[in-house]
T-cell receptor
Framework: EAGVAQSPRYKIIEKRQSVAFWCNPI?????LYWYQQILGQGPKLLIQ????????DSQLPKDRFSAERLKGVDSTLKIQPAKLEDSAVYLC???????????FGPGTRLTVT | GENVEQHPSTLSVQEGDSAVIKCTYS??????FPWYKQELGKGPQLIID?????GEKKDQRIAVTLNKTAKHFSLHITETQPEDSAVYFC?????????????FGPGTRLSVLP
């Protein structure tokens, strides 16, 4: 079974530029999560989707971050405009839902200069 | 909201020794406690989990204990091996029909010295 796929793996941008990350969850997983992991910290949930609907986006900085999950499969996370403090690894995870385990992708390491 | 603390932040042990990592949580409604292992350049991988109706769970060299009254849980790794070197995260969540909204601890960097 293929795991969670993410791209790109690395991205370097200047502050005030925009960037987008892509995630393809495990086939059949209805629940998809985006996390932000700052160096030396645990992952922090940004947004959770159930199929193509948002379940929780309470910690998403909505003035600059947006996410969508069209057709309930792939998802994109966008930052516009980026700030220095957005430098982090952005992790995507998926789950079958119903309180089952989350499976993480390898992450995208973003550096904002 | 939930707050998870984790200690120690770094841990070095000799190969073959045991390692113990401890976490505390604040929300008594949390009922699911997973442990994740993260190797360099990879996403976290679930290694063991425990639900609030169980006090202890073991899987080969790895065990987790939970004390609901004190709101703390611990990861125990016995007979450590160099490949156990990684960052370990505990998490707490309230499982619901959609999934889990995890709150992660800050992580423990475990180094197993040969």
């Amino acid at each position: 079974e293929a795991g969670v796929a993410q791209s790109p793996r690395y991205k370097i941008i200047e502050k005030r530029q925009s960037v987008a990350f892509w995630c393809n969850p495990i086939s059949g997983h209805a629940t998809l999560y985006w996390y932000q992991q700052i160096l030396g910290q645990g992952p922090k949930l940004l947004i959770q989707f159930q199929n193509n609907g948002v379940v929780d986006d309470s910690q998403l900085p909505k003035d600059r971050f947006s996410a969508e999950r069209l057709k309930g499969v792939d998802s994109t996370l966008k930052i516009q405009p980026a700030k220095l403090e957005d430098s982090a690894v952005y992790l995507c995870a998926s789950s079958q839902g119903g309180g089952r385990e989350q499976y993480f992708g390898p992450g995208t390491r973003l550096t904002v200069t | 909201g939930e707050n998870v603390e984790q200690h120690p932040s770094t841990l070095s042990v000799q190969e073959g020794d045991s390692a113990v990592i401890k976490c505390t949580y604040s929300d008594s409604a949390s009922n699911y406690f997973p442990w994740y292992k993260q190797e360099l350049g990879k996403g976290p991988q679930l290694i063991i989990d425990i639900r609030s109706n169980v006090g202890e769970k073991k899987d080969q060299r790895i065990a987790v204990t939970l004390n609901k009254t004190a709101k703390h849980f611990s990861l125990h790794i016995t007979e450590t091996q160099p490949e156990d070197s990684a960052v370990y995260f505990c998490a707490a969540s309230e499982r619901d029909n959609y999934g889990q909204n995890f709150v992660f601890g800050p992580g423990t960097r475990l180094s197993v010295l040969p």
